[in-house]
């Protein structure tokens, strides 16, 4: 009874933050909605049983959303709301209908067709974490390690993206260095005009 | 450190600005590290936390609990006004000359005076508005006869301006004189100490 | 479900609640006196015998206190950003093992609330969670301040969540279990089973970035008073500046004790002589978070990310890769 109670609770709470991060235009309430989703969807975990997998979700995703409030305050007012610009509105709800409809789709197919069963059920005497990693060192080994070679190379490629000049300060520059460098770094743009 | 001695700016000669040694700030990633690594090593932290550890096994308290405990303070100190009487008859010391009302920079005395039954100059009314009085201690120096003086009560704080000093306030009263707790006021103004070996005989020699 | 295991479960809560809410009142009482003493000062005197009391008349202050919502503010997020930090630093607390077992009328006790078989993580995640009450208070704020500390709350949790994973790894690698007490029976026996004596690289590394999750001093710069004003807390009024406050210090004492029972043993064997040792080690780490608020200066933003990406994620890492080695070696897998 008591999980039965837990579950609807929390999907009752995560569609209500989910919607409210679709439907506002308040950056600051779409992003806070977001990660209190993102913890609400833990809870599944933990009823069924997984507490790896959801303190994992806590953990990367309060991270990830993390991440998330700090392009919002570079981008946005965060106390304002954000005025968007709908072009074509119509085309976007059939869009977003077709989208949710594919996806509710591909996802419940399943579950009518045939009753599913785990393939790896919990494991009373290794416990949950042991079997997830039996499982990713082993059968998914492949898939992990491309994840992570993926992974490390776009960290490579953002400190390369970001670490440009990063030895200079302009604080620290005198005036005429400063236009020196920008004008060195215009050069190669009005060589190409020209040609 | 080391001494620099500005000689080109307006400072005198004797007084130096005192440079602490600072470092070269580390340009270069390895010279950061190094840096870093100086630091950690060298224990500066650890000192900073050996020095607020023995302060506190010390426990060596600077603090004055200041409602309870007051701290002493000078005699020259230059708090609200006291009216002194004559030590032998208890008459009020003041003589009504009016010097300190003419000297006050700050305009805050004020002095009534009449002539009594015994053709006395008497003095009525005498109040000063603290809530003007700069205690600059002019006041006090003027005085001929030693009779305004500064007294050591500096919380003056009060409700109504009304209270700020009237002649009442300021006189010792009676009591007090005879019980000795009227001090004679070594501060500003008064005579110094060994004034008496000090005086010379006027020459009468010509 | 057992209708004895849920009355005791909330026994549990309610005394955890209690008792920590009171402790972080008392935390503030320490701290001051700590602060004072070590700066010759005598602290608060004047309520009560010593100035005890004197929590007491801050909570009746707090209470009392007109609760200020500025205008221009995101109504809704500030007044949820102080609750989401004291609510976050309790619920960590429900996976941290306080005393060992024992026996009270005949009725064994556990002294924690929820024995999750991954509970260091959880306690680690759920104090993840603590920090966007300072991000989402300093956002809500519309002050220049409170967005300067939101940003640096942001980059600090970013960064040192990385160190804190990183060097609690290399413990759990070695004990094979993310459970508290796990690894607390892992360490029974003498000071030479401690894990800080295997891994002392981790346990300086841990306690480091324990300085930067809770705010304290030398990574005081989420509310540096002599920059940002309060930070997160500059439009904050009464009592909901003052559950950041028993947020913090609730903070500080549940890391104390993730700390004292990852790192030093923890309570031992379970007795009672063990389970003093434990609050011991608690009451140093506490102490510790005071004392280097009395010594070390704070440091810049820029040094933190410096010391987080260039010198603390490398030691972290080498120190995981040189773990691994050695157990593998040990195991004869070499």
Redesign the interface.
């Known amino acids: 009874m008591f999980e039965a109670i837990a579950f609807y609770l929390f999907a009752a709470l995560t569609i209500a933050m989910f919607t409210i991060t679709v439907m506002t235009s308040q950056a600051l309430y779409a992003l806070t909605a977001m990660a209190a989703g993102m913890i609400f969807i833990s809870a599944f975990f933990f009823i069924l049983g997984a507490d790896f997998l959801g303190v994992i979700q806590i953990i990367v995703y309060t991270g990830a959303v993390m991440a998330l409030y700090a392009f919002g305050m570079m981008f946005f007012d965060t106390t304002r709301t954000v005025v968007e610009k709908r072009d074509n509105p119509r085309v976007i709800f059939i869009l977003g209908v077709l989208a949710a409809t594919l996806v509710v789709f591909i996802l419940v197919s399943p579950i009518i067709s045939t009753h599913i069963e785990a393939n790896y059920p919990i494991n009373a005497a290794m416990g949950n974490s042991e079997t997830i990693g039996l499982i990713l060192f082993t059968k998914f080994l492949v898939p992990f390690e491309i994840a992570a070679v993926m992974l490390l190379v776009a960290m490579i490629a953002g400190i390369v993206l970001a670490g440009k000049k990063m030895d200079k300060s302009l604080t620290l520059m005198a005036e005429e260095e400063i236009a020196l460098m920008s004008a060195t770094q215009a050069k190669p743009e009005t060589e190409e005009g020209a040609h | 450190m080391h001494v620099e001695p500005f000689t080109d700016r307006n400072v005198s000669e004797q007084s130096a600005y005192y440079y602490v040694d600072i470092e070269n700030y580390p340009v270069t990633g390895w010279d950061k590290f190094k840096q870093v690594v100086k630091r950690s090593i060298k224990g500066e932290l650890f000192v900073g936390l050996w020095v607020v550890m023995r302060e506190l096994i010390k426990f060596d308290i600077h603090t004055v609990q200041y409602p309870k405990e007051k701290l002493p303070i000078g005699p020259r100190y230059r708090a609200v006004h006291k009216l002194l009487r004559l030590w032998e008859s208890g008459f009020e010391r003041c003589i009504g000359c009016g010097l300190c009302e003419k000297i006050c920079i700050s305009d805050c005395i004020r002095m009534d005076t009449r002539i009594d039954e015994n053709s006395r100059k008497e003095v009525t009314e005498y109040s000063i508005n603290l809530g003007r009085c700069i205690f600059c201690g002019y006041c006090a120096e003027v005085c001929p006869e030693l009779a305004i003086v500064h007294g050591d009560r500096y919380e003056n704080a009060s409700e109504q301006r009304a209270h700020f000093v009237i002649k009442d306030d300021m006189l010792t009263p009676l009591d007090f004189l005879t019980s000795g707790q009227q001090k004679e006021y070594p501060g500003f103004g008064a005579i110094t100490p060994h004034e008496d070996e000090r005086v010379a005989k006027t020459p009468l020699a010509y | ?1 057992d209708v004895a295991f849920i009355i005791e479960t909330i026994v549990k809560i309610v005394v955890i609640l209690l008792v920590f809410s009171a402790l972080a009142g008392f935390g503030t009482y320490f701290e001051r006196k ?1 602060l004072a ?6 602290g608060p ?1 004047h309520v009560g015998p010593y100035g005890l009391l004197q929590v007491a008349a801050d909570g009746i202050k707090l209470f009392t206190k007109e609760d200020i919502i500025p205008q ?3 109504k ?2 500030f007044k ?1 950003a102080p609750v989401i930090t004291a609510a976050t630093a309790f619920m960590a607390a429900a996976a941290i093992p306080f005393w060992p077992e024992f026996t009270a009328f005949g009725y064994k006790v556990h002294p924690i609330v929820a024995d ?3 509970g260091i ?2 306690v ?3 104090m ?2 603590g ?2 009450g300072p ?2 208070g300093g ?2 704020s ?1 002050n220049k301040f409170s ?1 300067i500390s ?2 640096r709350s ?2 600090v ?2 960064s040192y ?1 990385v160190i804190t994973g990183l060097a609690l790894l290399a413990p759990l690698m070695m004990v094979g ?2 459970s508290l007490i796990d690894i607390n029976n892992y360490q029974t026996g003498g000071i030479s089973n401690w894990i800080a004596v295997s891994q002392p690289v981790a346990f300086i590394l841990f306690w480091i970035a324990a300085f930067a999750e809770t705010g304290r001093t030398p990574f005081h710069l989420v509310a540096n008073d002599h920059e940002i004003i309060d930070g997160f807390g500059t439009e904050y009024s009464g009592m909901r500046w003052g559950l950041f406050f028993i947020g913090e210090y609730a903070n500080m004492f549940f890391i104390s004790f993730v700390m004292a029972i990852i790192f030093l043993g923890g309570y031992g064997d379970g007795s009672i002589a063990g389970a003093l040792q434990l609050l011991l080690k608690v009451a140093f780490f506490f102490f510790f978070f005071l ?2 608020r ?3 200066p704070d440091i810049r933003p820029d040094q933190l990310m ?2 987080c990406w ?2 603390l994620m490398p030691i972290a890492v080498v120190n995981v890769v040189i773990t691994g080695v050695v157990i593998l070696i040990k195991q004869g897998g070499m």
């Open positions: 479900m700590v003493f070590m700066q010759r000062r005598l005197m221009n503010v995101v809704p997020i949820l999750v078989n991954v993580l959880y680690m995640a759920v993840a969670i920090l966007y991000l989402l956002m809500a519309a967005l939101a940003a942001a980059a949790f970013i969540e279990s993310l004392w280097t009395a010594a070390w410096w010391l260039k010198v």
